[in-house]
C-alpha cells in the first residue's frame, strides 16, 4: 500500500478550512474583548 498522506494533504479545501478558521477566530475574539468578559465567562 502506497503511503499518500502528501497527496490526500494537497487535496484539502484549504480554502473552505481557511474561512471557517477566521469565522471562529472571529466568534473566540467577539465574547472574549473586555468589555463582554461577564458573557464570555457564562459561556
Known sequence: M???H???WKNLPWH???KNLFRLQKRVWKVSRPDLTERCEAQ
Do not use: I, P
Open 6 to 8: 502528501s497527496e490526500h
Open 16 to 18: 473552505k478550512l481557511r
Open 2 to 4: 502506497k503511503n499518500n
